[in-house]
């Protein structure tokens, strides 16, 4: 895969799928999470975890982050308004020194507003340098966009991290979802994160919500938003459809 992975960009074997985000209270879908699968000419279509780690290695993660993050606005400009994107950032895009300039780019030629744009930051990142990183994180505040910290609870990030970097919304990681039902200590997580959150008027997300009973706790506890197989895996653009999300869920509601 190293060696196939050096001209799989070139080659156009990368792909964005898109997994819809749900608004808890409303169950009409708020936003999507951008997600790059590589089609392998013999292998098939690879999910992230077989390649990511290689592309950060082999110095390939800034170029492909810049291709998913254009792809992405590029997409989003044909959702409805009120629908955002969200992109995974790596370290390596922050380690260039020009990542904040990258997304002015972007943004410009796609023509999404930076409203409509969420960065998705994981806490172990925030480890590697921190006091730069907040420089470019709190550029990219000011221009509109909104920042996340992704798996929320799994790293080993300290919670005044909370504050120094003035996230706009945490997500709750899909082990502590997986676990509600049948784990206070789960529960107890879930609990705290969004007594903090409410705080520090944070949104919270939470991922990997599969049942109907995980979804009715969560919007019961005042989880904002919900990611998940439940509400749809992560497809391609042509695949995508809020109208009919929205149909769904509100044919649930009823």
Known sequence: LPNDLRGALFRNEF?????????????????????????????????PDRFIWLAEESGLMEPLGEWILERACSDALSWPE???????????QFRTGNLFDVILCVLAESGLPPERLELEITESMLLQNK?????????????????????????????SYLTRFSFDKVKIDKSFTKGLSNR??????????????RGLDMVVTAEGVETKQQFQLLRAAGVNQVQGYLFGRPVPLAELDFSAL?????????
């Open 82 to 92: 009120n629908i955002k994107v969200a992109v995974n950032i790596s370290a390596a």
């Open 15 to 47: 792909e964005v799928y898109y997994q819809p985000v749900i608004d808890a209270k409303t169950a009409r879908p708020c936003g999507a999470e951008a997600l790059v699968r590589w089609r392998h000419p013999v292998e098939g279509l690879i999910s």
């Open 246 to 254: 929205e149909q769904q869920w509100q044919a649930e509601e009823a």
């Open 131 to 159: 006091e730069s990183y907040g420089v470019v994180i709190q550029q990219l505040k000011n221009i509109g966009i909104s920042i996340v910290l992704d798996d929320f609870g799994t790293g080993y990030c300290s919670l």
């Open 184 to 197: 206070a200590d789960c529960a107890a997580v879930v609990a705290s994160v969004l007594t903090l959150a």
